[in-house]
């Protein structure tokens, strides 16, 4: 993930400055919205992020995770109330950890896992949208209604976290073997000229 701490200060910015802001989509019989710092700026990040890959697989996983997490998150909205009224956690933490963690797993990279989060959430919103659509289902749709603290930004923020923790975890542990392969053979070759040291005097004795 090429982007300067600048860049991202500026991210961060354009989120918190457009939590304040929700563009209407479609005021038919499914009010759509999308709220600029909850979903637009995360949503044209993650679009950037894709376009951008160099490797050609990185940019495959940046396809298909959003739609993996996507049909998860969705799935598990059909198993979960998602009213927060018989819920101790509210929904939308729960949506975005489980979006982080899906996507960090199908994602494996920063760069897709945080397409993947942010893409998840995105698309779990559409099935809905047209859930309620074919249906006749009265409702409505808001994407990224929670601004900042929306699961979109949550599910992002979270598999890029997961993703990082997974790589150094991994980073030490193979750094670790590393220095105990390296280490055992010296420890056993100067003990071994110990040994023959201690031979050739009891020989001379």
Known sequence: MRLSDRGALTIILLMAAGTFVDIPISRGAVPVSINVGGALVPLG??????VTAEDGADRLRAILAPLVTGGVIWGLSKVLNPEEQFMTVPPMIIFGLAAGIIAAL??????????GGVGGIVVADIIHWIELLSSGIPGSVSFGGAGTFD??????????G????????????VKQGVNESEGGPRQDSREGTRE???DREDDTE
């Open 45 to 50: 990040v993650a679009i950037w992020l894709t």
């Open 106 to 115: 199908a994602g494996r990279s920063r760069r897709a896992a945080f397409v």
């Open 151 to 160: 699961a979109t930004v949550i599910a992002g923020i979270l598999a890029v």
């Open 162 to 173: 997961l993703v990082e923790l997974v790589g150094e975890a991994r980073e030490h542990v």
């Open 196 to 198: 023959g040291k201690g």
